[in-house]
């Protein structure tokens, strides 16, 4: 769940001199004067067949822009390329019209190392320009995003992100113990009736959260415990306070914590208490770049509460805000649309669902589908593959078009390499996330299914990475075992090969698998087919007489009685 930080920060050089174990980054509360003369502006705003008029247009960018580094120097076949539309500039001086990517390349060993942090690290800094507008149009006719100036650079006075952490060994408890030492001061500040203070404070935090998030192998231990602390000491309460304050600064940041900080019983909190500001609060600043991003952040993370907390948020205008975003170009923003749409299907029911097809979801699904950031394509291709499981709106979701873009994902797509391609999936999805796509592998649709099994073995992959012992356990008990082995066995192939990859990781037999071409069936396939379908005590009769594909469609009622040996009449029938 890391973020870029955005913040303008006016840090003095001598803070890297601290000789605190934690490094205080009070200096960076202080917001440039650009930024404060211009608080709000407007996100990118397109229709439907812009966007995807628009994602072509980018793909050509990036595919000549992609294969080369800041510097001209070819990047490494093993190396990851990371872009974000949203930092392009318009080099109006010397190319009028023309997008300039900056890209930042990070190599896959440095990516995935044991301490899980690339060690070129940078949090991003945003600065308006000073003719910036909030729509400005590029000499091809296409809308652009508001102009940005992007300053790479490390953490304020420090070389490394994790300031907060001790410098001995790390453990999950030493790691805790000292997140939660700085945490008590962080929001003790928050009472400050200083904004600069509370801006500071607030800062702190989130970094501390994303860092736990990030954490390998017990990050999300580590991220759970500090939300509830963050809970339990009022820090929470008076976060959500601040998401009605009339300080802009102050309520940016306070969203932004809170979005990090939404975990399953901080969710329960919020829906008790505070439900209905923190919606109003998302509804109010939908045109606005920085808190449309952590807005849709916090909408994707109530979706995934409840059925009844899905439609409260619907009514609130939570559903709205979602798809008004879809139309910007951030790809943060982008992809909290695509998750938050995917989580509304799965948590949502029947009744919810009906209502992303009145505000036409999968109309807006379709450019995400389309988009050239993974992460967004793939939640973008199962919340339409769990609308479609839905026999009622089926129709209606066919006529979007989408669906026909999941089985092209699949087929391009590994799960293993997939789950690495996004930091977000460095945990994988919790238990009840897990259950909730269960039913979607019992789907008649092929695509549903697919995608369904793709997950599951994406996840088996990770979850395996963290406690091999431990995963078979979980998805046991999540009771994911039994449907998995019935799509592993089942004639859809693609989803046969994504299950019994799973069902491999996890630890569980594969059963056999069928081709749905009965005529090629051989006579071990037949003994097989009858024993699914639970005439096991007839599979050695069908072997003594040699009964292949062929001869099994041509099979009377007689054969079954006088050769097989089925007396009973009933289940002959059957």
């Avoid at 994303?210 to 390998?216: R, V, Y």
């Avoid at 909408?299 to 939570?318: A, M, P």
């Avoid at 669906?403 to 391609?421: C, G, K, M, R, W």
């Avoid at 019992?442 to 995608?451: H, I, M, V, Y």
Wanted: some cysteine; charged content about 25%; glycine content about 6%.
């Amino acid at each position: 769940m890391s973020e870029d930080r955005v913040a303008a920060a006016n840090a003095s050089s001598s803070s890297s001199s601290s000789s605190s174990s934690f490094h205080r980054i009070a200096s960076e509360t202080g917001l440039s004067a650009k930024s404060r003369s211009s608080k709000t502006h407007k996100s990118f705003e397109r229709t439907q067949s812009e966007v995807a008029l628009e994602n072509r247009g980018h793909e050509r960018i990036l595919k000549r822009t992609s294969s080369y580094d800041k510097d001209g120097e070819k990047v490494s076949e093993h190396s990851q390329v990371y872009w974000d539309l949203s930092k392009a500039v318009e080099d109006n001086k010397s190319h009028p019209g023309k997008v300039k990517i900056s890209l930042q390349t990070i190599h896959q060993k440095e990516e995935l190392d044991s301490k899980g942090q690339s060690k070129r690290r940078f949090s991003v800094e945003y600065k308006r320009t000073a003719n910036a507008s909030s729509v400005v149009t590029s000499g091809s006719g296409i809308h652009s995003p508001p102009v940005l100036t992007v300053e790479a650079s490390p953490r304020v006075g420090t070389q490394t992100p994790k300031d907060f952490f001790p410098k001995t060994k790390r453990t999950l408890q030493t790691d805790m113990a000292a997140c939660k030492m700085v945490m008590k001061q962080d929001m003790e500040k928050l009472k400050d009736e200083s904004t600069t203070v509370q801006c500071g404070a607030l800062k702190e935090i989130l970094h501390i959260l994303e860092d736990a998030w990030a954490t390998p192998q017990y990050g999300r231990d580590l991220a759970y415990g500090l939300c509830d602390y963050l809970r339990l000491e009022g820090g929470l309460d008076t976060i959500v306070t601040n998401c009605n304050s009339t300080v802009y600064e102050v309520q940016l940041e306070s969203a932004r914590v809170l979005e990090q900080s939404l975990t399953l019983t901080n969710r329960d909190h919020i829906v008790k208490h505070g439900l209905e500001l923190v919606v109003t609060m998302s509804r109010k600043n939908k045109d606005d770049f920085y808190m449309c991003r952590a807005s849709t952040g916090i909408i994707e993370n109530l979706f995934k509460h409840s059925q009844d907390t899905c439609g409260r948020v619907i009514h609130l205008g939570g559903l709205g805000v979602v798809l008004y975003s879809c139309r910007s170009a951030d790809k943060k923003t982008l992809r909290h649309c695509a998750v938050a749409l995917a989580n509304l299907a799965l948590y949502g029911g029947a009744e919810n669902q009906q209502e992303m097809i009145v505000n036409k979801a999968p109309e807006w699904l379709f450019p995400l589908a389309f988009s050239d950031d993974d992460s967004i394509r793939y939640y973008a291709c199962l919340a339409i593959s769990v609308l479609s499981a839905n026999k009622q709106i089926e129709v209606d979701v066919l006529k979007s078009g989408t669906l026909d873009l999941v089985q092209p994902f699949l087929i391009t797509h590994n799960p293993a390499e997939f789950a690495y391609s996004d930091r977000s999936h460095i945990h994988g999805r919790d238990n009840e996330w897990l259950r909730q796509l269960i039913p979607v592998l019992g789907s008649k649709r092929k695509e549903a299914q697919s995608l369904a099994a793709f997950h599951f073995a994406m996840e088996a992959g990770i979850k395996a990475e963290q406690n091999r012992k431990e995963v078979k356990k979980v998805f046991q008990e999540i009771g994911a075992v039994d449907p998995l082995k019935k799509v592993a066995s089942s004639p859809n192939k693609l989803a046969s090969k994504f299950a019994a990859e799973a069902l491999r990781i996890v630890g569980e037999d594969v059963p056999y698998s069928l081709t749905p071409q009965v005529p090629l069936w051989t006579v071990t396939d037949v003994k097989h087919w009858v024993t699914q379908v639970c005439f096991g005590d007839y599979a050695e009769a069908f072997g003594k007489f040699q009964v292949d594909g062929d001869l099994l469609l041509m099979i009377t009622e007689a054969n079954l009685r006088d050769d097989i040996g089925m007396a009973n009449g009933i289940t002959r029938k059957r």
